[in-house]
């Protein structure tokens, strides 16, 4: 990567900020986001703590100065050489007397992910769960490889109404200005492929987003060579009724396998993250069918490398395709994989919803050897729904396992709580998060100083409210009724409980 070039004014001495900006390893580690916000508090606020935006804003002179500030400096030195260190140790602690390091990495997909705001790729729960994985393996140095969609248009931003109605803006992804590349071939143009066997075709453009030691790719349909038609695939997330649905859904599992293949990266198992990208099991399928493997042998091969989580426990959460719209974009697909009409159909059909379609959590459920909901009760809810699949057995033992959501500390801990849990609790408390025993000091934590950092945040939260709705009123958005729900008169020494995005089912 020629920083240089990405980052035309920023000097010689300053080029270590440049390698930052472009890896996300920024956004978990506040000493590095202090980095861009000792240069200018006021640029770093308005591009939205973003430093790829803030280092293409700011002027040359600006930039100048920080370079020739020996007390910034001195903080810009150890940070850089931090980053560095950490990029150099390839190696897990946990895995090294065990992994071997021939084993290729862990192929990880999901529709969406949850990095950091100014790559709007997520919409909830499931996105941030992905963006956390990528996160913690990358500490944890287990190697992966991640797939996922562009979004250019993102998730849509949620406004409030006068009459209390939701209404939503686009949120449109600058390029050119996240910590986002394009990926190139050895001609230094960027990478395309077409999605196999789908027609009419369908061809996206490659990305990459650098999460500390993990990559994650993304694909783009918004490219000349594609029709009008196609080039709305990959828009935006969770749109479009339920043919480009599939769509999408095809392009994230077919075309990000292809993706793979094309970049050379061969991975040793295959992790879906919900029903979405399900269809990548086809693609590796096909790959073994074409080496003369049958379906059933290569189906078998698949599934013992294939780890399934599944997120959503009401029935209405799941895709499910109609038949005719499978026939459409699959008839010359099935063929590749030794397969007729009805073999194909049968292996997505819900036992006891076989005339609704082509059910993508009951086809992802059957051709995976790995299977687990996101909590001990979740994967309760799930074994009961999913028990058709299985009849031979009881509900307590279909075979869908569990694994507790958990939260990639460093992303979620807010910098002063770190410097109280740093004072109380013993000094690897970050490293040894996982156990018991270090959480057990923080009963030693003095209340007055618990409260006062927790009460610090609180004002600082509802200070960021109020901004939000001075700006809204300033923009002629919204009347001063809104502005009043909206926040602006919350009062800190209150008591106030709120709920994000909707109640669940």
């Given amino acids: 990567m020629e920083i240089k070039k990405i980052f035309p004014h920023l000097p010689e001495r300053l080029l270590g900020l440049g390698e930052i ?13 202090m980095l861009f916000k000792r240069i200018d508090r006021r640029v770093w606020k308005e591009t939205g703590h973003n430093p790829d935006k803030m280092l293409k804003s700011l002027p040359r002179e600006t930039l100048e100065l920080a370079s020739k500030d020996p007390d910034y400096l001195s903080e810009y030195d150890m940070v850089v050489w931090k ?29 969406e992910y949850g990095l950091h705001r100014s790559l709007p790729f997520y919409a909830g729960g499931l996105g941030f769960l992905a963006g956390d994985h990528l996160k913690e393996c990358s500490d944890l140095r287990v190697p992966l490889v991640a797939m996922g969609f562009m979004y250019p248009e993102g998730y849509f931003r949620q406004y409030i109404r006068e009459d209390g109605w939701q209404e939503h803006a686009d949120q449109m992804l600058d390029r050119d200005a996240a910590s986002i590349s394009r990926v190139l071939n050895d001609q230094d143009q960027q990478v395309t492929i077409r999605v196999p066997l789908i027609e009419p075709p ?39 009724d339920i043919e480009h649905r599939l769509r999408q859904e095809i392009v994230l599992g077919i075309g990000g396998s292809e993706v793979f293949q094309t970049l050379g990266i061969k991975y040793s198992a295959l992790h879906l993250n919900e029903g979405h990208p399900a269809l990548a ?102 074994r009961r729904m999913w028990q058709s699949l299985w009849p031979d057995r009881p509900e307590d033992r279909v075979p869908i396992d569990h694994v ?102």
């Fill in 202 to 240: 369908i061809h996206v453009a490659v990305w990459k987003v650098q999460v500390g030691h993990v990559c994650l790719y993304l694909m783009d349909t918004d490219i000349e060579v594609n029709d009008p038609w196609n080039r709305g695939i990959s828009s935006r997330l969770y749109g479009g």
């Fill in 21 to 33: 900006a472009e890896n996300l390893w920024w956004s978990w580690h506040p000493e590095a986001r």
């Fill in 281 to 382: 099991l086809l693609e590796d399928i096909r790959d073994l069918v074409q080496t003369g493997m049958s379906f059933e042998e290569a189906s078998e091969r698949v599934r013992a490398r294939t780890i399934f989580t599944t997120h959503t426990p009401v029935s209405a959460g799941h895709d499910v395709f109609p038949f005719q719209l499978m026939e459409k974009y699959f008839h010359s697909y099935w063929p590749s994989l030794g397969l007729d009409h009805d073999r194909f159909l049968r292996l997505g059909m819900h036992p006891h919803e076989s005339h609704a379609g082509f059910n993508l959590t009951a086809f992802a459920l059957r051709m995976s050897m790995y299977r687990n909901g996101v909590s001990k009760k979740h994967a309760e809810v799930t």
């Fill in 404 to 505: 507790t959501n958990g939260i990639h500390v460093p992303t979620w801990i807010e910098p002063k709580m770190q410097l109280l849990f740093n004072k109380y609790l013993t000094p690897e408390w970050l490293d040894k998060h996982d156990d018991p025993t270090v959480w057990g000091a923080v009963d030693q934590i003095p209340d007055e100083d618990l409260w006062k950092t927790h009460y610090w945040l609180k004002i600082k939260l509802i200070d960021a409210i109020r901004e939000l709705a001075r700006i809204r009123w300033g923009q002629g958005y919204v009347s001063p009724s809104v502005i009043q729900a909206g926040g602006s008169l919350l009062d800190p020494s209150v008591l106030t409980i709120g709920f994000a995005r909707r109640f669940a089912t």
């Fill in 83 to 111: 980053f560095r260190k950490d990029m150099e140790q390839t190696e897990c602690p946990h895995l090294k007397q065990t992994r071997d390091p021939n084993i290729p990495p862990v192929a990880y997909f999901s529709a």
